[in-house]
């Protein structure tokens, strides 16, 4: 009994770290702000990932995405220097 709690404990910490990474996630670039992809390029490239983009915001030296992709509500994390997507988060999660 003890050993199944211990493990659904486990799981339930796991999916909320995993669930929190997109909102903690601000510190993605140490570029200056004049370095970044624009917006409309930030825009462009999620797009080109498949996302149905809703808005941007720029929060820390992030941006944040959100849009709709596969017929969810989803929020992705990007670094705006590489555009790279660093953090992602459903709006099941």
Same mark, same amino acid.
């Given at each position: 009994?003890?050993?199944? #709690? !211990? ?7 796991? #999916? ?8 903690? &996630?601000?510190? %993605? &670039? ?6 970044? #992809?624009?917006?409309?390029?930030? !825009?462009?490239?999620?797009? =080109? ?6 808005? #941007?915001? @720029?929060?820390?030296? %992030? ?8 017929? +969810?509500? @989803? +929020? ?10 660093? =953090?992602? +988060?459903? =709006?099941?999660?």
């Amino acid at each position: 009994m003890i050993r199944n #709690l !211990t493990i659904a404990s486990a799981i339930l910490l796991s #999916l909320a770290a995993t669930a929190a990474s997109a909102e903690e &996630t601000e510190d %993605c &670039t140490d570029v200056s702000q004049a370095n970044w #992809l624009s917006e409309e390029a930030a !825009t462009a490239k999620a797009a =080109g990932l498949g996302y149905d983009i809703r808005d #941007l915001k @720029v929060e820390g030296s %992030c941006y944040e995405i959100y849009a709709i992709k596969n017929d +969810e509500r @989803v +929020e992705v994390v990007m670094n705006p220097a590489t555009g790279e997507i660093v =953090g992602h +988060e459903s =709006g099941d999660e």
